[in-house]
């Protein structure tokens, strides 16, 4: 059964340094693997979404990288700002799944201090 | 805008007392799914769907049901809510069911007490 982990539960940094979140995964065998961001009371916003053909994927001051056989993927934001603190969440979708079913961490909590 | 509505977002119930939740889209997705996240548990999917009048259980089924009767709406109905069922309730919907590499967009998300 795939289990997704994000590690650490929750982040704390001041304005400008640059924010490394973590995701591991316990089955390789999926399609692809998204992020997301989640607002109180505004639902997840899809940030990027890697293909696990690919090793990494760009928008912006976030990358997002994977490295399939050691089921791990980070995030990285560069350069942060108080308007990037949210809930970071991690997604796979496993590979034999029905559906568009994704499997998702607990989410690493971030605030960016000014 | 395109978007995924749900209505209510917050709702205060007792034991026992049918409700549902809707979910519409109008993005003309064929897929749509119901999540519920707990904390210590993150998202579990509920119920899904492929398209009109087919639906299929999630991870969590118990306790709830949904219809398919139109392409942009996807209830989630609560027949006896219990107050195991309190939580946070994400509706998401995606062009297709997953055939091609495709994000989800979701709901701003229901939050349910059930006392």
């Known amino acids: 059964k795939q289990e997704v982990t994000q590690i650490p539960a929750a982040l704390s940094v001041p304005e400008g340094e640059n924010l490394v979140l973590n995701c591991s995964f316990t089955d390789s065998a999926i399609y692809n693997l998204q992020w997301f961001r989640q607002d109180p009371g505004k639902g997840l916003t899809s940030l990027l979404l890697i293909q696990s053909s690919q090793r990494e994927q760009t928008s912006g001051r976030l990358n997002a990288s994977l490295d399939k056989s050691s089921g791990r993927s980070t995030l990285y934001i560069a350069a942060s700002q108080p308007g990037d603190s949210a809930t970071y969440l991690c997604?796979?979708?496993?590979?034999?799944?029905?559906?568009?079913?994704?499997?998702f961490g607990g989410g690493t909590r971030v605030l960016v201090k000014p | 805008e395109a978007q995924v509505t749900q209505n209510p977002r917050y709702l205060i119930t007792v034991t026992g007392k049918k409700l549902t939740v809707t979910c519409s889209q109008n993005m003309n997705h064929e897929y749509m799914s119901w999540y519920r996240q707990d904390p210590g548990l993150g998202l579990r999917q509920i119920y899904y769907?492929?398209?009109?009048?087919?639906?299929d259980k999630g991870d969590v089924p118990e306790g709830y049901k949904v219809s398919r009767k139109e392409k942009r709406n996807f209830p989630l109905i609560l027949e006896s809510p219990s107050p195991n069922q309190t939580s946070l309730y994400f509706c998401a919907s995606s062009l297709y069911g997953g055939l091609f590499q495709e994000t989800q967009y979701f709901g701003p998300g229901t939050r349910l007490l059930v006392l």
């Open positions: 769907s492929m398209n009109v009048e087919v639906t």
């Open positions: 997604a796979v979708r496993p590979l034999l799944a029905a559906g568009n079913k994704l499997t």
